[in-house]
């Protein structure tokens, strides 16, 4: 008799991302590792860091041993569901843009802080050059 799979879906797999509970994805598959975590020879940190993704090319480029892959079937818990894969959203842009060059300038500032305070740092350092000077 076949034993059922239970199926998942990439965001319920991604939400499992901590050292208290900790899920892999690998070849369509979704695994629990959080018992595993200490036992990983090459640390937790490795697997923490795999979770929220598709795996299986983290896994592949690591050279895994047979008996890794053996070891594996032991945390399997289901498999990704292909009806649920996950699309990227898009973003969606004006394409409307204005003409006014001031309007773009004052857009860039006001969205990044860096050029009033670059501005500002290099009037700062001409001022105190300038007054040496005299």
Same mark, same amino acid.
């Given at each position: 008799?076949p ?6 879906? =990439? ?5 499992h ?5 900790? &899920?892999?994805? %690998?070849?369509?598959?979704?695994y ?9 020879p090459?640390?937790?940190?490795i697997?923490?860091a ?7 090319d983290d896994?592949?480029d690591a050279?895994?041993? /047979? @008996?890794?892959?053996e070891?594996m079937?032991?945390?399997c818990?289901?498999?990704?569901? #292909?009806?649920a =894969?996950?699309f !990227?959203q898009?973003? %969606?842009? @004006?394409?409307e843009?204005?003409?006014? #060059?001031? /309007? /773009? %300038? =004052?857009g860039?500032?006001?969205q990044? &802080?860096?050029? !009033?305070?670059?501005?500002?740092? %290099?009037?700062?350092?001409a001022g ?5 000077t /005299?």
């Amino acid at each position: 008799m076949p034993t059922l799979t239970r199926l998942y879906s =990439m965001q319920e797999a991604a939400q499992h991302n901590t050292g208290e509970d900790c &899920w892999v994805v %690998i070849d369509g598959k979704v695994y629990n590792v959080t018992s595993y975590l200490d036992e990983h020879p090459g640390g937790d940190d490795i697997l923490l860091a795999a979770t929220g993704k598709d795996a299986t090319d983290d896994f592949e480029d690591a050279g895994h041993s /047979k @008996s890794a892959r053996e070891l594996m079937q032991e945390y399997c818990i289901g498999e990704l569901d #292909p009806s649920a =894969m996950a699309f !990227p959203q898009l973003e %969606i842009y @004006s394409t409307e843009q204005s003409t006014d #060059p001031l /309007k /773009k %300038i =004052m857009g860039v500032t006001t969205q990044y &802080w860096v050029v !009033p305070v670059a501005i500002a740092g %290099i009037s700062l350092v001409a001022g105190v050059l300038y007054l040496r000077t /005299k």
